[in-house]
């Protein structure tokens, strides 16, 4: 065994980190397959936890809240009101002479604050140009996968009370 | 490796990359699945969430049973 390293020889680095950076990274394809399963559990575990939370979420409660006086507002008029919280931001429209609708003014797209527009009769949000229904809440046209919620009203005499939000 | 007889190998090689290949549309198409279930089930409509539940765990299953297929033929294509 010769005492001197010649010259031209790996260097002493190489020789003393004998790792192959290559090999480390060389992935086979079984070991991808074996990836591309466990990413297939996860989604599997992913549709699995929706399901659980579906089954076992509770029904969430609702406080009855007055939110205007019937007469308050002219017909294809609209106040704005907080409901169940005071950050959950709602519309509430006249329609016609006894009937009147609330909305969640978040929109279902990326949240912007929707307005009820009189001259369309409909609910558009300024941000993407996302139409609502004023009748439902449905999506008319424009990016927002999901109807807005709709505040459930009751009337009391002249008083209009919020009692449930639905689809939020 | 230089044992192994070619046209084996090939054909072992042809099946797992066809193999991957369906694991990767299975995957895609889990993928799509887990994000309409979630935003059906974010709109309040809970009656799609059991059948996206049973037709993903159809796809994993589908896709376990490629993995297998791949380890089988990988082992029998290495093998002289």
């Known amino acids: 065994m010769s005492l001197f390293r010649s010259p031209n020889e790996e260097p002493l680095w190489k ?14 394809r079984r070991q991808f397959t074996k990836f591309l399963t466990l990413a297939s559990l996860g989604m599997f575990v992913g549709n699995l936890w929706i399901l659980v939370k579906s089954r076992f979420a509770k029904a969430p409660t609702f406080p009855a809240m007055e939110i205007a006086e019937a007469n308050e507002i002219p017909i294809r008029g609209v106040k704005l009101f907080t409901y169940p919280t005071p950050q959950d931001h709602c519309i509430l429209i006249r329609t016609s002479e006894d009937e009147y609708v609330a909305y969640s003014q978040k929109c279902t797209h990326l949240s912007c604050a929707v307005y009820y527009s009189a ?7 300024p941000c993407h140009q996302g139409f609502f229904s004023v009748k439902d809440g449905s999506v008319l046209q424009g990016p927002p996968p999901r109807p807005l919620p709709q505040i459930t009203l009751e009337r009391e005499g002249t008083k209009l009370i919020a009692i449930a939000a639905k689809g939020s | 490796m230089a044992n192994l007889e070619p046209s084996k190998q090939r054909r072992g090689l042809v099946a797992i990359d066809g193999a ?10 889990q993928i799509w699945l887990l994000s309409a279930t979630l935003e059906t089930y974010l709109a309040g409509h809970v009656g799609a969430v059991l059948p996206g539940a049973i037709f993903s765990g159809l796809l994993f299953s589908a896709a ?3 993995n297998s297929f791949v380890s ?3 082992k029998a294509s290495r093998r002289p």
């Open chain 1, 15 to 28: 020789d003393e980190f004998s790792v192959f950076t290559s090999d480390e990274r060389y992935v086979s």
């Open chain 1, 119 to 125: 001259g369309n009769d409909q609910l558009e949000c």
């Open chain 2, 20 to 29: 991957m290949a369906l694991i990767v549309v299975l995957l895609i198409v």
């Open chain 2, 64 to 66: 376990l049973t490629l």
């Open chain 2, 72 to 74: 089988r033929i990988d």
